[in-house]
């Protein structure tokens, strides 16, 4: 169970607070929810706790796995299928598994890429999400702003 003020992650959506833990009635049954609003969409939901297992909430990382973030980010050429289809799902279900440095080896294929032979329109929204899960759970973590952080990840992609 998290508290109040917990930072977390939420699949498909990045980072975001635990702002309250509400009751609600709903179906003639009592109900408790974490109310979680997310940095980057200003978006708020309502997480019935009883589902947070299934959905795959987790605590944001520690400092000490941001540096394996970063090692992910520096690694080697990108370890991609050639083919669109089978690369776009891959990146998906990366995404999806809500794994930080899965998703960090997502940001730094796509972006790669993108400068080596540029993105499909597919493509380019799958790195916007990713890009975004990864620096939202970052800021959190590191407590920096936005465009510190960007710099960083960007530093870290351009290293080979």
């Known amino acids: 169970m998290f508290n109040i003020g917990a930072k977390v992650v939420y699949p ?3 980072a975001g607070v635990i702002r309250d833990i509400e009751e609600r009635l709903a179906a003639e049954k009592v109900i408790k929810y974490y109310v ?3 940095w980057a969409t200003n978006m708020v939901l309502w997480l019935p706790v009883e589902k947070v297992e299934r959905v795959g909430l987790r605590p944001v990382i520690d400092r000490e796995k941001v540096d394996l973030v970063f090692s992910v980010l520096k690694e080697g050429k990108e370890k991609i299928h050639s083919n669109w289809n089978k690369r776009y ?3 998906v279900d990366k995404i999806k598994s809500n794994d930080i440095l899965a998703i960090a080896d997502v940001v730094r294929d796509l972006r ?3 400068k080596e032979k540029g993105l499909s329109t597919g493509e380019k929204k799958l790195l ?3 890009r975004q899960i990864l620096v939202s759970e970052l800021i959190l973590v590191l407590e920096e702003e936005e465009d510190k952080v960007l710099a960083m990840v960007e530093r870290a992609i351009a290293q080979t």
């Open 12 to 14: 498909m959506h990045g």
């Open 36 to 38: 979680l609003s997310f």
């Open 89 to 91: 799902k891959s990146h």
């Open 112 to 114: 790669r890429r993108e």
């Open 128 to 130: 916007e999400s990713a």
